[in-house]
């Protein structure tokens, strides 16, 4: 089982604006930062966002990260069939010591 | 440009031993934090694994400590995994990373395309 829970699912049209919330503790979203990840269907996972709010390289501007207190937020603007895939927060555990993976939530566009 | 290509995968005996490799380019591998993240079919993700650039400080998974031994070789710009005492329940794929770690993080910047490991009679 994961320390970070996310929605199962979210779905939203084209052009539209979807949410995707990552929930967790004081030991891990409250007290470090939030790491975004997108998995594309059949290929390996690619870093979206780091540091809570930072888009690598390459990133489009569409995708947002946010935090408050132990939860955080990735938001997808304008949303494109290209975005269809699984998207995954993840945070240090301070009490675990170690990373974790939130549990995933698969962004359908419909 | 970052290339990761992990090799080793394949079809093994519960109880069994399987050795992954990673091999790098296209950075200076001794820099790096390195990671093993597996994900079982149909499932989501699960860090296994990490080493520091120099070795010197290293991280299991509950779900593996005892069992996985990660190392690396920087003068060959390659990452290990040893795995042992196989489980149905290892059964995933397995991602090689180039990861980041300071204070209050750890991130995975590049990964490579990942190799089967299944663990079945």
């Known amino acids: 089982q994961s320390v970070l829970t996310q929605p199962p699912s979210a779905s939203g049209t084209p052009g539209q604006r979807v949410t995707i919330s990552c929930s967790g503790s004081?030991?891990?979203?409250?007290?470090?930062?939030v790491n975004w990840y997108q998995q594309l269907p059949g290929t390996a996972p690619k870093l979206l966002i780091y540091?809570?709010?930072q888009r690598p390289s390459g990133v489009p501007d569409r995708f947002s990260g946010s935090k408050s207190g132990t939860s955080a937020s990735l938001a997808i603007s304008g949303l494109q069939s290209e975005d269809e895939a699984d998207y995954y927060c993840?945070?240090?555990?301070?009490?675990?010591?170690?990373?974790?993976f939130g549990t995933g939530t698969k962004v359908t566009v419909l | 440009q970052v290339q990761l290509v992990e090799s080793g995968g394949g079809l093994v005996k519960p109880g069994g031993s399987l050795r992954l490799s990673c091999a790098a380019s296209?950075?200076?591998?001794?820099?790096?934090?390195m990671s093993w993240i597996r994900q079982a079919p149909g499932k989501g993700l699960e860090w296994v694994s990490y080493?520091?650039?120099?070795?010197?400080?290293?991280y299991y998974a509950d779900s593996v400590k005892g069992r996985f031994t990660i190392s690396r070789d920087n003068a060959k710009n390659s990452l290990y995994l040893q795995m042992n005492s196989l489980r149905a329940e290892d059964t995933a794929v397995y991602y090689c990373?180039?990861?980041?770690?300071?204070?209050?993080?750890?991130?995975?910047?590049?990964w490579g395309q990942g190799t089967l490991v299944t663990v079945s009679s």
């Open positions: 990373a180039r990861s980041l770690k300071y204070s209050g993080s750890y991130y995975s910047q590049y």
């Open positions: 296209g950075f200076t591998f001794s820099d790096y934090y």
């Open positions: 080493i520091s650039s120099s070795g010197s400080t290293i």
């Open positions: 004081s030991s891990n979203i409250g007290s470090n930062t």
């Open positions: 540091s809570n709010n």
């Open positions: 993840a945070a240090w555990d301070d009490s675990l010591n170690g990373p974790w």
